[in-house]
């Protein structure tokens, strides 16, 4: 079955950093590129950063630039989000998504609170 399951959410103080973690089943991870996403209460989904599948490049938001870092492991299948410096404005759930198979995983919840 083809699927993506995201972990590592949860409540952190603002300033604090979690990491999220993605893990791909049933096609080739290492094919694919792969984006984070998250959506914020009563906001639209926003692309927060996305790595590619060969030369691991990476962009990411300007809201989140200098702040979050985006890698991918093939071998685990897994890609990652590291989040640091987290503002209340982070507070959402975070999606993966392979946009070539137009794959979402069910979302993994971020709370920083004001």
């Known amino acids: 079955q083809v699927q993506l399951v995201e972990s590592g959410g949860g409540l952190v103080q603002p300033g604090g950093s979690l990491r999220l973690s993605c893990v791909g089943f049933g096609f080739t991870f290492s094919n694919y590129g792969l984006n984070w996403y998250r959506q914020a209460p009563g906001k639209e989904r926003e692309l927060v950063a996305s790595?590619?599948?060969?030369?691991?490049?990476?962009t990411y938001a300007d809201s989140v630039k200098g702040r979050f870092t985006i890698s991918r492991n093939n071998a685990e299948r897994t890609v990652y989000l590291q989040m640091n410096s987290l503002k209340p404005e982070d507070t959402g759930v975070y999606y993966c998504?392979?946009?070539?198979?137009?794959?979402w995983g069910q979302g993994t919840l971020v709370t920083v609170p004001s």
């Open positions: 998504n392979v946009p070539f198979l137009n794959i």
């Open positions: 790595i590619t599948s060969r030369l691991d490049s990476t």
